[in-house]
Structure formats: C-alpha cells, structure tokens
C-alpha cells in the first residue's frame, strides 16, 4: 500500500467539504453516545455489526436525514469507534499480563473543530483527471495533481487541517516497484543529541536548524495577537487561524529538511542504525526542544526512505547499553556522567568522544527495524 496526498485549489464549494464533515460528526456523537448507554443498560460494548444494523435502523425511523450521506462513511465512522475500542481493551490485558505499553484510553467524543477527516472506500466517489467527483455532494473539486499515482485504488480520506485547507489522500494497492539506488558498503550507526542532531560513527555531525526556536518570535507575536481578541468573534477566529498558520509553516520546514537529510543518508550508506528513545519521559526533562528536535518523526521517515530504495534500517532496544560500554574493548565506564563528552578507557587506553562511542555500540547491537 502506498498513500499519495494532493492539495485541493481554493474554490467557492469547497466549503461543502466541511459541511459533509460537521453532519459526520453528528454520527459520531450520536454512536459514542450509543456506545456509553449499551455498556450502562449490558455491561458490554455492542460488536460493529450490531452497530451497522442498528444504523439502518435509524435510517429509517429517527435519523433519516443520514440517508443523504455516503452509507460506506457513516461505518468507516463505527469502524473507527470499533478499533480504538478494541486497542483500548487489548492495553488492559497487555496491563494485566504486566506489559507497559503506551496508556491508551477509551474513544472520546471529539470536538466538532478537530473531526476533520471522512474516509470513502469502494464508492460514493469519482476521479477524472485532477478533478473528483462526490457523489452525495453532485459537486466536483479540483486539486493539485503534482504527481501520478500508480496501482488501484482502495481508499480515498478527505482532510481537513488546522488552517482550513484541504487535502486528497489516494492509498493505492499494488504501486510500482520500490526504487533502487547503487550500492555503497557504507554502513553507518546514528546518535540522537540535544546540541548535536545526529552524531554517525564516522565522525560526521549533523546540527538541527530548530525551526520552532527560529520562528520564536513570531509564534509568540500571534499567541499575543489572539490572547487580545474577544473569545469567539470573527477577530479571534483569524488570530486563531494566522496561529495555525504559523505553526504549519514550522512543521513543512521541519518535514523538508527531514525528508531532504533521510534521502542523503540512504545515498551514503546501505545500512543506517539508530536507536529507540523514551521522547515521552525526555520531554518532561529538556522540553520544547525535544520536541522541536523531533527525532520522532525523523525516524519514520528515514524508515520510509530505506524500505522505498533499498536499504536496511537498524535500530537499537531502549534498554540496549550504547553509552557508556567502550567502542573497543567492551569495557562499561559506570563513572561517566552526561558532562563528559571525551573520556579514555580504563582498559584499553582509548579515547572516545562520548557520542561517536555511542553511534559506534548503536550500529553493532542494532537489529532489522520491525
């Protein structure tokens, strides 16, 4: 499966869109809520198919406006109930069997600002050229088709974001072929770092340019501009939304460079390993950066960039010792304090810069990323 996304131009209709968003987020409510008075009156949640039926059900008697919506939408919107249930029940056996997951709570009834996506899968829609056609609208949009998409189609998900632009996402089956770049032998191990972004294990460093800090001013100028605003008029509403914007336009820097820095790395070397990081207990620590840093994301994309032309992607356990154990010998300095950025084995008289060593451990305890 491969996913590709396309912008919608601005055009009069296109408002129509959100319409059709705000009435799915009605059915929505509505299924959450149904969810919540058949566990109170069975002690249980009701299974999808019993959720399908009872939608046609309604269809008929109270709701029968939901006639005029895509009927394949309105179940992506329970099967979307139906999987974060399920994911919700299978944490508490993973809890009860003494795993540490990531916590993961019960679907919650979204605000009607944050459902911003509807999902259509074998009909309800049709696509000529860069225009597609919905169906339950008997309304077309034009987006911008920078790029071809290969296979058959199997889904198509409208989204909306936080600026109010929209935007086309085609998953395809049966793409073409993954590229290949030449060989190069190079392998490399990649240390994650507050100074230093990256560190490899041949000395190359690499330093973030830390967009959010850079645009520090001008984030701060909007949150200002819109604190003035009275609450809910038209002026809070565009501060609000030149926020968005400003907030966006960070994130596509950030994703550029990213996507920009993983496809050097794939050039350079056929294997690359990184390590597995706790970000979430980091962010309690260092904060905003890390989260400007965002290794996070980084490492999804090289993810992608390595299955997309052929290399292999390594990664180190979180509890894998990387630091601290000498690069030569094996020996594990306990003495080493995060202040030491070079130190020399005890043992074998090497001296090490601290995150060179790490990269080094990283790449030899490294195992195929799953």
């Known amino acids: 499966m491969k996913t590709e996304k396309y912008e919608f131009y601005h055009q009069s209709n296109i408002i129509q869109i959100g319409n059709l968003l705000d009435d799915l987020h009605g059915v929505h409510v509505h299924l959450l809520l149904l969810?919540?008075?058949?566990?109170?009156?069975?002690?249980?949640?009701?299974?999808?198919?019993?959720?399908?039926?009872?939608?046609?059900?309604?269809?008929?008697?109270t709701k029968p406006h939901w006639k005029h919506l895509p009927s394949q939408v309105i179940q992506q919107v329970a099967q979307r109930i139906h999987l974060g249930y399920e994911k919700f029940f299978d944490y508490l056996d993973d809890k009860k069997k003494g795993l540490s997951p990531r916590k993961v709570g019960k679907p919650q009834i979204k605000p009607k600002h944050k459902y911003n996506s509807l999902t259509f899968t074998q009909a309800g829609y049709e696509i000529e050229g860069n225009r597609i056609h919905i169906k339950c609208l008997k309304k077309s949009f034009t987006f911008w088709k920078h790029r071809e998409w290969t296979?058959?189609?199997?889904?198509?998900?409208?989204?909306?974001?936080t600026v109010g632009d929209y935007h086309l996402y085609l998953s395809c089956e049966g793409s073409e072929s993954t590229e290949k770049l030449s060989l190069t032998s190079n392998a490399a191990g990649a240390d994650f770092g507050m100074k230093t972004f990256l560190t490899l294990s041949d000395g190359i460093e690499i330093v973030s340019p830390e967009f959010f800090k850079q645009s520090l001013n001008e984030i701060r100028s909007a949150n200002k501009a819109l604190s003035r605003k009275?609450?809910?008029?038209?002026?809070w509403f565009r501060a609000k939304r030149h926020l968005a914007r400003v907030n966006k336009d960070i994130a596509n820097k950030r994703r550029d460079w990213f996507f920009k820095l993983a496809l050097r790395l794939v050039r350079r070397?056929?294997?690359?390993?990184?390590?597995s990081l706790n970000l979430e207990g980091m962010k309690r620590l260092w904060g905003r950066k890390v989260s400007d840093l965002a290794f996070g994301e980084f490492s999804l994309i090289l993810q992608w960039m390595c299955a997309k032309y052929g290399k292999t992607l390594l990664k180190a356990g979180r509890w894998e010792a990387t630091t601290k154990p000498c690069s030569?010998?094996?020996?594990?300095?306990?003495?080493?304090?995060?202040s030491d950025r070079h130190w020399t084995c005890p043992d074998c008289d090497s001296h090490h810069d601290r995150d060179i060593n790490a990269a080094i451990n990283i790449l030899r305890v490294g195992v195929p990323w799953t």
Not at 269 to 275: C, G, N, W
């Open 151 to 161: 296979g058959t189609i199997k889904t198509v998900t409208l989204k909306r974001d």
């Open 328 to 338: 030569e010998c094996g020996y594990h300095n306990e003495k080493l304090t995060l």
């Open 230 to 235: 009275q609450y809910l008029s038209n002026g």
């Open 269 to 275: 070397y056929d294997t690359i390993a990184i390590e």
């Open 35 to 61: 969810q919540r008075r058949y566990y109170r009156m069975y002690s249980k949640y009701a299974a999808f198919g019993r959720i399908c039926a009872h939608i046609t059900k309604l269809k008929q008697r």
